[in-house]
């Protein structure tokens, strides 16, 4: 954060800035998508909807997993929120009572550990590494295990690792939290940005999960603030008052331009995007390898690369500060994600263009004196 | 919540329903606001801003108090906000810890009780009637204050009684609640739609109030979910955090459609709105009365009536749910705005035109056997 805030200030001061550091694509929002926002406006579309979103889209959020997995799911268990930040805080405000524990991995996306003392509850972080792919497993989660532990969450592709969870791996952990009553959230929301592996929903493997998703990523709408959950079916009556409570209504105008998200049209335009993040992630990561940087695993989704840089400091604070100051390359440290060895990790965003990464490349090589 | 669930269930049953229980304008959102919604699409202002807001937004608001109410605000200290319902999150969020009360009135709007539950703080309502247009007073707050209170809450106008809080007596409360080193809130949240008595804001009384506002009311723009804060300065930077981690941003097409709320055009539109608001009331309000409703005073602001209608029944959610299966008109029933006296008051909203108000009071005279 005080790096964005000083990266921003260097622009402003007219310093050229390469950025790493970004967590939005750098994309526009898709022209179908845009042009139904622009369309919704027109005819009014303007006034509160029911809290849970208005029918349309959550039938429509429902066939889009019909149609991308064959997985069913009924449009009743479909709530849509403001991002799937509001996704996040309902899950986190209907599950956890005060003292009850929620497991999620270090490093992780920071303001997950925020929505769990929002609802009074203990985030507890399970440190992950290169041996697990930086992700949970049935084992770890097993040993972490209290009787305070409420939920277990993991996301997937990963916000900062890029990694994924495997189907047999997820239904383990399932089989795990089950066992022990307690409940599984999946972080869906960096979904569809995925470049190997098998794609798959947590959706599909048990109707116990509450599964959570965006229109910021894949779908390039971060501005628009709209995400959505799939929730148990005996958990929507609770899910619903909550967000009657705290936001009345997602977005009036983004609802009806997300119906298009899902039309061939727009598919064509996001999977052409999804192939350029991969080009720009086979680009970077070879390049970051050859200077020192190890990420142990090929990180398969997402558009982040996080990167042991312990061989070439001790101190990722610093190093990210000192390469802003001196190269004008913004990277995010390790901090940013917990306190799992962040000293010893910074995290590549490739939210930009291949000839800027290049040049942020450039820089890097310069800043570690091998150009 | 059941009877509005019950009313829509009705209405597609294809029952003529007079809606007399909508908290929402009726009108769309003005056309210059409409207009600049579109033009930011075109733009692609679609991306994440900062937590608190873009700087123009900020500093319209800003402006908006000088020219409106020749008062100074530091464009600094105005946070955006995904609707008010996002600042009063952010205002519990800083300032309640677990334990500490909040006093508001009863009757209230129902989320402010579950904003400072979602803190872990006590919302303690104070029971107000018509001696005191119900709404607290220095008086009332004095008498209720414990070692455990943090704040006070006032709306003005208030949901649901339309009643207004004179200057002298806000500043009077604030000259309590500051003695005991509180912090006072504000909802001005339907501020502009107020039909005598004097117009002035919070912010002109003292730097140290909480100030909450929202476009969805007098600006007509409930479905854009945005509304702002004015914040203490040293308060700022923790709502700025708070605001970082659980919203990321407003809505970013919202903010730039709301540019256009202040400008010369769209206030024109506004103010006659306002007129033909005021033009409801004053039919609705002598209508009601000869009916045998109370309101102990002209309520001067919002757009709701809050009616005592203990002479025509002693249970008036019984009385809205058969008023709205006889007769299709649907009211609020008073427990959804607390515990004082529930049973005997209903409220008004007049957000329909007059000639559905008009039917309105027909079947209501009918109903009570009076046509
Ligand atoms: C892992 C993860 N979860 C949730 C979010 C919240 O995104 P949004 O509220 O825009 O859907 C983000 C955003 O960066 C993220 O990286
Ligand atoms: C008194 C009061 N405060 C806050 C709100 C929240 O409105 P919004 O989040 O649309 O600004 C409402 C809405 O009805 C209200 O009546």
Known sequence: MELLARARQLES???????????EPDFPTPDPIVEAGRQALMEDHT?????????ELREAIAGHYATRFGCRVDPQQVVVTPGSSGALQLVMGVLVNPGEAVLMADPGYPCNRHFVYLAGGDPVTVPVGPATQYQLTAELVEKAWTPNTKAVMLATPSNPT??????????????????RNGVL???EIYQGLVY???EFTAASIADDIFVINSFSKYFGMTGWRLGWMIAPREMVAAVDKLAQNIFLSPPTPSQHAALAAFTEETQQILESRREAFRARRDFLLPKLQELGFEMATEPQGAFYLYANCS??????????MRLLEEEGGAITPGKDFGSNRPEQHVRFAYTT???????GVKRIARFLGRS
Chains 1, 2 share one sequence.
Request: avoid cysteine; aromatic fraction near 4%.
């Open 311 to 320: 061989s070439l400091t001790g101190d990722s604070f610093d190093f990210a």
């Open 162 to 179: 890029g990694t994924l969870v495997s189907r047999q791996a997820m239904e383990e952990i399932h089989e795990v939290v089950k066992s």
């Open 353 to 359: 263009d291949i000839s800027k990464l290049e040049e």
């Open 47 to 55: 006034h509160y909807t029911p809290a849970m979103g208005i029918t």
């Open 13 to 23: 001061e007219g310093r050229s800035i390469i950025h790493m550091e970004v967590g």
């Open 196 to 198: 190997g592996g098998e």
């Open 185 to 187: 959230i999946i972080d």
